[in-house]
Structures are given as structure tokens and as C-alpha cells.
């Protein structure tokens, strides 16, 4: 059974950084693609970034430049680093891979 599991999310000011984990069970993220997803209140959700099995990484256009994706195989855990972070930032965010069923998610929330 796979299960994704997010953490790291709370409350930031503009332009504070967060670091965000998705511990993964009954997958290895070392061989998926994974993926950050987020959705804001009233909101469809949407992609973020995009880490591939071969270690290729892209971005939404609203967060490249200030977001990175990665990945520790022998924690079998992926990471999202959060940087300059803006109020349009606040969302749940969710890590994915194809196929498998969305975790809580992680509240982020970026207002001074």
C-alpha cells in the first residue's frame, strides 16, 4: 500500500522560506517521478514541480526561481525547498506519483 505523508507547512512571513517533506512507504521515490501539487481555498489544485525518475526537474512558471524540488533516496523522501515565499503562496500543498492516492497535504501560509 502506498502512502505519501506531507510535512513542514505552517505560517511565514513574506519572503521567509519553508522546506517541505513527503516521506513515501510502499513506493521508492528513487524510480518514480514525484510531484508537488497545491490547492488555495476556492481554488482547483495545481502542479508545482515535477522531479522524473532520471532526476529531471521542472517548475510551474509562478514558483520557478524560488522553489526546488528533491529528492533523498535513502530516506526515501522528497523534499520541496520554499524561498521568497509570497501571500499567493498560501495553499495545502500535496506530493504525488502517478497513479497513487492523494495524502492531508501540508497547510502553508505566507502573511505577516
Known amino acids: 500500500q502506498v502512502q505519501l505523508s506531507e510535512s513542514g507547512g505552517g505560517l511565514v512571513q513574506p519572503g521567509g522560506s519553508l522546506r517541505l517533506s513527503c516521506a513515501a512507504s510502499?513506493?521508492?521515490?528513487?524510480?518514480?517521478?514525484m510531484t508537488w501539487y497545491r490547492q488555495a481555498p476556492g481554488k482547483q489544485r495545481e502542479l508545482v514541480a515535477i522531479?522524473?525518475?532520471?532526476?529531471?526537474?521542472s517548475y510551474a512558471d509562478f514558483v520557478k526561481g524560488r522553489f526546488t524540488i528533491s529528492r533523498d533516496n535513502a530516506r526515501n523522501t522528497v523534499y520541496l525547498q520554499m524561498t521568497s515565499l509570497k501571500p499567493e503562496d498560501t495553499a495545502v500543498y500535496y506530493c504525488?506519483?502517478?497513479?497513487?492516492?492523494w495524502g492531508q497535504g501540508t497547510q502553508v501560509t505566507v502573511s505577516s
Open positions: 504525488n506519483s502517478p497513479g497513487t492516492a
Open positions: 510502499g513506493i521508492a521515490v528513487s524510480i518514480h517521478s
Open positions: 522531479l522524473t525518475s532520471g532526476g529531471s526537474t
